[in-house]
């Protein structure tokens, strides 16, 4: 194992969490997600893996929660029965197992595409047959890393810091927005290497790619995709702020500035996932101004979405060499993807694991054996049908969350409400283009404040049992006050 210099800066940060607390643990947590290209540290041992500050971060968030008895239990509170933290335990502990069961048991049984790497740090491009390898003990580590994040986050939230926790997120959405500028214009003068100290990670980069003139934004992340997916995260996160009003002018220009840079990203999956997105937030909105109650922002997204986006492509469609650059870039990300050597690649990896899927009787072959190009197909290959199943009901649970929430605070239900959109914003990104069933950090920090949020606040016990005593202390006087004077005497 070898330290990176931005790791010591990372350990720094991890022990200061552990000594001013959630707040700053919290800030430390969401500005370090962004930086998908950054190693903390190497593992040579485990086939070049690299982790993350992020990661890295995850097990001083956990120590900062242990060092005091309130976080501690309100952290414990949220894996409990029947709440969306228990079955995202489910499936993380089903997970788990069978990374270390079902590739031993199915060994031989069918070709897949590994995630495993190889002694140089890179993936195989060939299939072989099913076999155990080091990125099952990886991923393990990772999606336990996740289930860690979400509970400590949910305990938070339900703690009070619903409010410092989507501060925090609309922050690190500015922070993503200033890293794309940079960027763009690190590739401009020639000089993108000015950002090798935070794409220092065992990945390939594909930084300094264009698509018809324009340059696909990666930002602090190893390729556009990915960009796209996490911008698009933030997106629906703060839109969903402003629409709700809620720290609505930081929210609002938040989500303003985001969004030219999801179309220039040139991604795929940030046009495909972002489509879905806006739809949902188009029925949202006209589910407000038909039953309400609806607000301007509802009312404005919608002429936005209806009337001046037609408008302007219409415009647009005036003006030939604007059109064809922009025709060009959406044939070639879009209409054409599957034709390309690119799709294709990813086309076999979706087919080799479903046959898998099929091959291991719907068990599947164990977390973090298969690679894929979909997270649905990663979910079916890798952990069968009884882990989709248990994925699918803590999405459901979390969903249902905000419908039963009774709890009459509408600022933290609209918080709660963002962080479930946020979520599945990252889940339909990853079911076009994820590779695993580890949907990452960002996606566990928005899932547990949307748990949080929506379930009851947490009231630790010795407030519990004090007020339950002052309630008898309270009953008892009372009682003798109401008692006739006789029986007094």
């Not at 005036?318 to 294709?344: C, F, H, N, R, Y």
Request: charged share 10%.
């Amino acid at each position: 194992m070898s330290i990176e210099p931005i790791g010591f800066l990372v350990l720094l940060l991890g022990m200061l969490s552990m000594l001013h607390g959630a707040r700053f643990a919290i800030t430390a947590l969401c500005l370090s997600s962004l930086l998908g290209a950054a190693a903390a540290l190497q593992l040579p041992a485990l086939g070049g893996s690299s982790i993350q500050p992020s990661h890295l971060l995850v097990l001083f968030l956990v120590m900062t929660a242990l060092l005091r008895p309130v976080q501690t239990q309100a952290t414990l509170s949220t894996l409990a029965y029947p709440g969306p933290g228990f079955w995202f335990a489910c499936y993380i502990l089903f997970s788990v197992v069978s990374s270390f069961f079902l590739p031993r048991i199915f060994a031989g049984a069918t070709l897949v595409y590994s995630s495993a790497r190889d002694a140089s740090g890179m993936m195989s491009t060939v299939a072989a047959p099913l076999a155990p390898g080091s990125s099952n003990l990886s991923q393990s580590v990772y999606l336990l890393g996740d289930l860690a994040c979400f509970a400590v986050v949910a305990g938070f939230a339900r703690l009070g810091y619903a409010r410092f926790i989507a501060q925090q997120l609309i922050v690190a959405s500015l922070v993503c927005f200033a890293f794309a500028l940079i960027d763009i214009a690190t590739f401009q003068i020639g000089q993108s290497q000015l950002l090798d100290i935070i794409r220092n990670a065992n990945y390939t980069m594909h930084t300094a790619e264009a698509i018809h003139g324009f340059k696909r934004i990666v930002g602090p992340f190893p390729e556009a995709s990915i960009y796209g997916a996490v911008a698009l995260a933030y997106f629906a996160f703060t839109l969903m702020l402003w629409l709700e009003r809620v720290e609505s002018r930081m929210a609002g220009l938040a989500a303003l500035l985001i969004v030219p840079t999801i179309v220039l990203c040139t991604s795929t999956t940030a046009y495909v996932a972002g489509a879905f997105v806006v739809c949902m937030f188009m029925l949202f909105c006209l589910k407000r101004l038909i039953g309400g109650p609806a607000a301007t922002p509802h009312l404005t997204f919608l002429a936005i979405t209806l009337f001046f986006i037609p408008c302007a492509i219409i415009a647009l469609s005036l003006v030939p060499d604007a059109w064809d650059a922009i025709s060009g870039l959406l044939a070639t990300t879009v209409s054409d993807k599957l034709q390309s050597q690119s799709g294709e690649e990813r086309t076999a990896w979706n087919t080799l694991a479903l046959i898998a899927f099929v091959d291991t009787a719907t068990f599947g072959a164990g977390l973090g054996t298969v690679r894929a190009s979909s997270f649905i197909a990663a979910l079916l290959s890798n952990v069968g049908l009884t882990g989709t199943l248990l994925f699918v009901a803590f999405v459901y649970s979390l969903a249902r969350a905000s419908g039963r929430y009774k709890f009459g605070d509408r600022e933290t239900h609209a918080i709660g409400n963002a962080a479930v959109m946020a979520s599945i914003a990252q889940i339909g990104s990853a079911a076009i283009s994820g590779s695993g069933t580890d949907l990452g950090l960002l996606f566990s920090t928005t899932a547990g404040l949307a748990a949080g949020c929506l379930a009851k606040p947490y009231i630790p016990r010795h407030r519990t049992a004090r007020s339950a005593a002052n309630r008898r202390s309270l009953e008892a006087s009372a009682s003798l006050m109401r008692a006739p004077m006789g029986s007094a005497r």
